[in-house]
């Protein structure tokens, strides 16, 4: 679960460490090096996939003249000067623009090539400067299709009879298949309308439902609160839904997610961060402007739509891990060590002369920067303890909460959104039995019809009522409200 959370769902990384050298493989093909970091890894998986000569042909230009990988690659080369003191030696620092636009394409390359295929005309278009966005952002999606679970088909590029889409999706849990075109905006522009990029992506014939993705390519400041994007993306989208021919029929209903990837406005800074929104054209009961009756009604929209959820998760997800094999970075690199796994068994000697425990319970309070340890004694006690932790320490917890001490744990998140809390409850109640939800549902007005629904039916009610309770415990007292 942990390395899932690190590397998504689709093929883990393949490594293994021999006499100095990690080895890696990448579809049908192993690579090697002294790499003791997954970017150190990276950083030469694009070195040999773009061509060195053509790099260095590059590098011979004036740094304004360059493509702009290269641009982005002297940027990185002089932010590592000043994060790496000492060459050799494991350092973190904050993404800027430069890792993250240069680091991300060499790792949506990598993901292409493990889990599909690195088709050599989309390597020419990203060494081509004209056609250099529009495939750079394709790898992303790519990416993020692959990092979400789909299996992906690339479609046949020379294929001159046919209008098709960059590729289709499968859901490896639902089954279902979807057409994918992704369009990027030209770079720059005043405005965040795109319905020439909506128009021309409804245009590619597609024999599945259509996820249709584009980028706006502005700078972060330009797309950079929610009410922009609701004024002027929203509306670009649905006022198009009544009007938008294709070939004199009416446009085909398509899932939209439109996207801001800004890295490359700002290659020097470290506060850049990606932006998206989803809206339905022409499917009402999916996006930013969609509305419900209920909980139970938004409940059942998003399982219906749970494939482009998963999509949209990975895109909010996108990361590019540190470790080869799952492993938190901290401990991996030496930083941390895993201190505390339940199930161990542990020298108490230090509290108390000869004991010896297994660790049974623990919990990180981070404000106080210590965590609670319940022991089993040999003698049938338990014991509760507790010990500091370090800077490091905490920063892997927050890394990986649920895996910390070892073992999957359920890690409890503070929200205030009903949806999310139905969300909760129906997971945690999913397999109750019906005699339980019935009982709790006894005193309920309409009980007589409730008992009558079938199982499904009746879990999301009992689901909804949870919520309800929940939320009418959480509101605020009014100020006439006596407690006696």
């Given at each position: 679960m942990q390395?899932?959370?690190?590397?998504?769902?689709?093929?883990?990384?393949?490594?293994?460490?021999?006499?100095?050298?990690?080895?890696?493989?990448?579809?049908?093909?192993?690579?090697?090096?002294m790499?003791?970091?997954?970017?150190?890894?990276?950083?030469?998986y694009?070195?040999?996939?773009?061509?060195?000569?053509?790099?260095?042909?590059?590098?011979?230009?004036?740094?304004?003249?360059r493509?702009?990988i290269?641009?982005?690659?002297?940027?990185?080369?002089?932010?590592q000067k000043k994060?790496?003191?000492?060459p050799g030696?494991?350092?973190?620092a904050?993404?800027?623009?430069?890792?993250?636009?240069?680091?991300g394409?060499?790792?949506?390359?990598?993901?292409?090539?493990?889990?599909?295929?690195?088709?050599?005309?989309?390597?020419?278009?990203?060494?081509n400067?004209?056609?250099?966005?529009?495939?750079?952002?394709?790898?992303?999606?790519?990416?993020?299709?692959?990092l979400?679970?789909?299996?992906?088909?690339?479609?046949?590029e020379?294929?001159?009879?046919s209008?098709h889409?960059?590729?289709?999706?499968?859901?490896?849990?639902?089954g279902k298949?979807?057409?994918?075109?992704?369009?990027?905006?030209?770079?720059n522009?005043?405005?965040?309308?795109?319905?020439n990029q909506?128009?021309?992506?409804?245009?590619?014939?597609?024999?599945?439902?259509?996820i249709?993705?584009?980028?706006?390519?502005?700078?972060?400041?330009?797309?950079?609160?929610?009410e922009?994007?609701?004024?002027?993306?929203?509306?670009?989208?649905?006022?198009?839904?009544?009007?938008?021919?294709?070939?004199?029929?009416?446009?085909?209903?398509?899932?939209?997610?439109?996207?801001?990837?800004?890295?490359h406005y700002?290659?020097?800074?470290?506060?850049?961060?990606?932006?998206?929104?989803?809206?339905?054209?022409?499917?009402?009961?999916?996006?930013?402007?969609?509305?419900?009756?209920?909980?139970?009604?938004?409940?059942?929209?998003?399982?219906?739509?749970?494939?482009?959820?998963?999509?949209?998760?990975?895109?909010?997800?996108y990361h590019?891990?540190?470790?080869?094999?799952?492993?938190?970075?901290?401990?991996?690199?030496?930083?941390?060590?895993?201190?505390?796994?339940i199930?161990?068994q542990?020298?108490?000697?230090?509290?108390?002369?000869g004991?010896?425990?297994?660790l049974?319970t623990?919990?990180?309070?981070?404000?106080?920067k210590?965590?609670?340890?319940?022991?089993y004694?040999?003698?049938?006690?338990?014991?509760?303890?507790?010990?500091?932790?370090?800077?490091a320490?905490?920063?892997?917890?927050?890394?990986?909460?649920?895996?910390?001490?070892g073992?999957h744990?359920?890690?409890?998140?503070?929200?205030?959104?009903p949806?999310?809390?139905?969300?909760?409850?129906?997971?945690?109640?999913?397999?109750?039995?019906?005699?339980?939800?019935?009982?709790?549902?006894?005193?309920?007005?309409?009980?007589?019809?409730?008992?009558?629904?079938?199982?499904n039916?009746?879990?999301?009610?009992?689901?909804?009522?949870?919520?309800?309770?929940?939320m009418k415990m959480?509101?605020?007292?009014?100020?006439?409200?006596?407690?006696?």
């Open positions: 390395r899932e959370k690190q590397q998504g769902l689709g093929k883990p990384i393949i490594g293994t460490e021999f006499k100095g050298y990690q080895f890696v493989a990448v579809g049908n093909k192993l690579h090697y090096g790499w003791k970091t997954f970017f150190d890894f990276l950083g030469g694009i070195k040999d996939t773009l061509g060195s000569d053509w790099g260095n042909a590059e590098i011979a230009k004036p740094l304004e003249q493509h702009p290269l641009q982005w690659y002297d940027a990185v080369c002089h932010y994060t790496i003191i000492e030696k494991v350092y973190s904050p993404m800027s623009g430069a890792t993250a636009a240069y680091f394409l060499a790792y949506n390359l990598y993901l292409l090539a493990h889990n599909v295929e690195l088709q050599s005309r989309l390597v020419r278009r990203l060494k400067p004209d056609q250099f966005h529009g495939a750079y952002y394709e790898t992303f999606v790519a990416a993020c299709f692959i979400a679970g789909f299996e992906l088909a690339l479609e046949d020379t294929n001159p009879n209008t889409c960059e590729f289709t999706a499968k859901s490896k849990v639902r298949i979807y057409s994918v075109e992704a369009k990027s905006r030209a770079p522009k005043a405005h965040l309308d795109v319905g909506l128009y021309k992506a409804l245009c590619k014939d597609a024999n599945h439902s259509r249709v993705l584009i980028d706006v390519n502005v700078p972060e400041e330009r797309a950079d609160t929610k922009k994007w609701l004024r002027e993306l929203v509306p670009a989208i649905k006022s198009r839904e009544a009007t938008l021919k294709i070939n004199g029929e009416a446009a085909p209903p398509a899932y939209v997610i439109i996207t801001n990837h800004p890295y700002d290659l020097e800074g470290t506060g850049s961060s990606r932006a998206a929104i989803a809206e339905g054209f022409k499917i009402p009961d999916f996006g930013a402007s969609a509305q419900f009756g209920s909980l139970i009604d938004a409940f059942k929209a998003m399982q219906k739509h749970a494939d482009v959820f998963g999509l949209i998760d990975a895109f909010r997800n590019i891990p540190s470790t080869f094999d799952g492993e938190i970075p901290e401990f991996a690199f030496g930083e941390a060590e895993r201190r505390w796994i199930g161990e542990y020298d108490l000697s230090a509290y108390e002369h004991a010896v425990g297994v049974t623990a919990t990180v309070s981070e404000k106080d210590v965590v609670h340890l319940v022991f004694m040999e003698d049938g006690r338990n014991v509760l303890t507790k010990a500091p932790l370090t800077d320490d905490l920063a892997a917890y927050r890394q990986h909460p649920e895996t910390f001490f073992v744990l359920q890690v409890g998140k503070e929200t205030k959104d949806l999310a809390l139905f969300e909760f409850f129906y997971d945690v109640y999913k397999d109750t039995p019906r005699e339980r939800m019935l009982e709790f549902l006894k005193s309920a007005h309409d009980f007589d019809e409730l008992s009558k629904l079938p199982n039916e009746l879990l999301l009610v009992f689901c909804d009522r949870h919520v309800g309770a929940l959480s509101e605020p007292m009014d100020s006439k409200t006596s407690i006696g």
